[in-house]
């Protein structure tokens, strides 16, 4: 919004050139991002410990700490964090830019079925919520629209196709069939996040070290002559979703600022849900799928925990870990949540920087 008020104006007031440069939005949509946070956070945490009463239902099949330590806290703090990054978007990105309004689609999308899924848990007292099937169908028509906007945004050119990380020019071209490998893209970030989300602060961090990491990746991507340099596939237009990321990393660190041990709330599927699909529709925009998979490492690591627990057990009658996701197998082996939230914040970092390092490796 700010981008058009008020860069037309700067042939008069040369100040207002600043709003032409990507760099400077993003961080204001960081600083706006955070500073609604701050503001909104006591009044929207307080109004949630109102009407929540008991907090969030916590799973009996969990760690029986969890019982004590996390029973009245109230969930839904997701909202904050949509409305913190919804402001600093809209505010400081070019709002002409398609690829926003798709990433959007999904950040609210998923943020609505996420909330749909944490007011029935609050609700109903069931920490089951919404109906597993119905809401991977729901997110999957949400991505679907998505990813058809922006594959018709990217044009021939560019739709359909994914770039091979650590090889020079390798490009698959999925073709239509890109739709399917899109939607596993968006749908699975959206659930790693959400799975990951279950310690205070746990989820936030890597979620702010992977936007602040596509910030600069959809920055790289969405310039020609660093495209060129670093050998990678130019997606023209795909630079303002700098601003996207640098709103999410704002509304990130505001939102730890309540969310850290021990937590005056959680955000709830309304903002794991809305925080992995946006990551992935960004990831599809950028055309960095493969490597959202080593920057996002640490939530491909808690599902496929999951997978193997569950398939394990099937099979074998015999489990692998001592709980999943993973991160409950380390507090069951007597690690300190602290312990075990820094530690993986520490590993998200590491594989953000190898994630990184794909863009010149080839």
């Not at 704002?250 to 955000?267: C, E, K, Q, T």
Request: hydrophobic share 55%; aromatic share 10%; with cysteine.
């Amino acid at each position: 919004m700010l981008y058009h008020l008020l860069y037309p104006l700067s042939s008069s007031v040369p100040l207002f050139n600043v709003f032409k440069y990507l760099t400077f939005r993003t961080g204001g949509a960081v600083m706006t991002a955070l500073l609604v946070s701050f503001l909104v956070g006591p009044q929207l945490i307080r109004w949630l410990k109102s009407k929540q009463k008991k907090g969030q239902p916590i799973r009996d099949d969990g760690p029986q700490s969890h019982l004590i330590t996390k029973q009245g806290t109230p969930t839904m703090g997701g909202v904050l964090i949509l409305l913190a990054l919804s402001v600093g978007t809209l505010l400081w990105a070019d709002l002409t830019n398609q690829y926003v309004w798709a990433v959007l689609l999904v950040t609210l999308g998923f943020g609505g079925v996420g909330f749909l899924d944490d007011y029935l848990k609050v609700t109903k007292r069931n920490p089951k919520g919404f109906p597993g099937k119905l809401k991977l169908l729901i997110e999957g028509l949400i991505a679907g629209v998505a990813i058809i906007w922006i594959m018709l945004a990217s044009g021939p050119e560019l739709s359909g196709k994914v770039a091979i990380p650590l090889l020079k020019n390798a490009i698959l071209d999925f073709g239509p069939a890109y739709i399917l490998f899109g939607l596993i893209v968006v749908i699975g970030a959206g659930n790693a996040v959400n799975l990951t989300d279950g310690l205070d602060g746990l989820a936030t961090m890597p979620v702010i070290i992977a936007a602040a990491t596509f910030a600069l990746i959809a920055y790289v991507a969405g310039n020609l002559v660093f495209a060129q340099y670093l050998q990678l596939l130019p997606v023209p237009g795909s630079g303002e979703l700098a601003v996207f990321c640098g709103a999410i990393v704002g509304a990130g660190l505001g939102f730890l600022w309540f969310n850290a041990p021990p937590a005056m709330v959680f955000m709830g599927d309304t903002g794991s849900l809305s925080l992995g699909g946006a990551l992935g529709a960004v990831g599809v925009v950028t055309k960095h799928e493969i490597v959202l998979a080593i920057v996002g490492g640490l939530f491909v690591l808690e599902t496929v925990s999951v997978m193997v627990q569950v398939a394990s057990f099937k099979l074998t009658g015999k489990r692998v870990f001592r709980m999943a996701p993973l991160h409950h197998h380390y507090e069951e082996k007597g690690w300190a949540e602290s312990t075990v939230v820094i530690r993986f914040w520490i590993i998200a970092v590491i594989l953000a920087i190898v994630g990184l390092s794909t863009l010149k490796l080839r």
